[in-house]
């Protein structure tokens, strides 16, 4: 049988949108989110969206009745509406309560009975938001539609989720249901950018936006140089090429560790050949490595060896979220300002199912001439992922409060299977700096 898809106290108080500007704009992301879903794992086979295919990963099927359980949570009971479904379900598509490792071994809903939950929550969100939920309403959760914004949100990121999970997949061979044609690559700057020092307001108090980058606040940045555009393939293959994954002076202490133990001597899918030739595996297709693509599947611990080899280092959140905002001051929603993250702009939305070659988006360069700084790969910076001063929690300690400390890095700017929605100046992503089935990537920088 195989799935095929059918037709706090932190929020802002002040006065909503106009009369449903908001509910037209939540519903339009709800669904987008949930066309996406449904396309990526159509046609999948009942046995692939159960298996578990990486321990890092849980199985496809988990993830599609998790994202309707957090839907029916946040969206139908926190407004007032009926449960629809045994509050069992809480328990079992709770991601604190059962490691991604173990999720196989839980008594699942089968795929049938996953989607067609899926689709009951959504009917019921439908005919709540539309008729019950009010427009105007000073309710932390509604102003603005702060909490469709965050289930949207949470349905995009699961989609991602789902791509690396297809993309570690190798049972069966995953069929790319449609590739949207990247623009032709232009000409960028081999130099690195001058970012001139001063203050930059990071976070934002936009809406939508999530507790940890929360409160808006001001910092002091020194000057420094940044990479132009992200690393290449081609210029991770001449640290490869150089010795770099056998010299230590490169590593991190922990890192040398990891690469020692994993036996690691290149990013993960690459495929090395004869005669100093590269193939990739990208989901299931084997393909010449492509040169001018930014690098993705490396782990924090990678993209600092090679900083340091090239006698740079990482950027700290700061200095990143300063080049994306531009040393002006103006408060930049995007690096190219307040427009929507358009295909001209960044590869965004999942439909390319790779990055872009740099140069490929000139509309989206930024004030001071930095390219690609949304979309395509996320970029790891050297930050821990701690609060800002004035953090509270909102509306739940899991999303951000129980990560902070110095066992995550912080990355940036979101990578091609990120979605517009949830990709801006101030998002802040996090992971563990051993982590390479994300799709993240990175660039340098340099004290001036």
Known sequence: MSWTAGSSTTRTTGAPDAPGAWKARAWAELEAARARVLAMLAGLPERVLRNQHSPLMSP??????????????????????????????????????????????????????????????????????????????????????????????????????????????????????????????????????????????LGTDAPWAYDNEQPSHVREVAPFLLDAHPVTNGDYLAFIESGGYEDSRWWHPKGWDFVRAERLGHPQFWLPQDQGRWLRRRFGQVEPLPPDEPVQ????????????????????????????????????????????PTSARANLGGDAWRPAPVGSHPEGVSQDGVW????????????????????????YREYSEVFFGDEYKVLRGGAWASAPVAVRNGFRNWDYPIRRQIFAGFRCASAV
């Open 60 to 201: 496809l099927i988990w993830d599609v009745a998790h994202i309707a359980n957090y839907e029916e949570q946040w969206l139908l009971r926190a407004l007032g509406a009926p449960a629809l479904t045994d509050p069992a379900f809480d328990t079992l598509y709770d991601a604190f309560r059962h490691p991604r490792s173990i999720r196989s071994t839980l008594p699942l809903l089968p795929p049938e009975a996953a989607f067609a939950y899926a689709a009951r929550v959504r009917e019921a969100v439908r005919e709540h938001l539309m008729e019950r939920v009010p427009e105007h309403s000073f309710e932390p959760l509604l102003v603005d539609g702060f909490v469709f914004g965050m289930v949207a949100q949470h349905e995009q990121q699961h989609a991602e989720t789902l791509a690396a999970t297809l993309q570690l997949m190798t049972e069966v061979e995953y069929r790319i249901p449609s590739q949207r044609l990247l623009p032709r690559a232009g000409r960028v700057p081999r130099e690195p950018v001058f970012i001139p020092g001063g203050p930059v307001r």
């Open 372 to 395: 690609g700084l949304l979309g395509d790969v996320w970029e790891w910076t050297s930050s821990d992922f701690q609060p800002y001063a004035g953090f509270r929690a909102y509306p």
């Open 297 to 340: 599947h490396v782990c924090w611990y990678e993209a600092d060896a090679y900083a340091r080899w090239a006698g740079k280092r990482l950027p700290t959140e700061a200095e990143w979220e300063k080049a994306a905002r531009g040393s002006d001051g103006a408060l930049r929603e995007h690096p190219w300002g307040h427009g929507a």
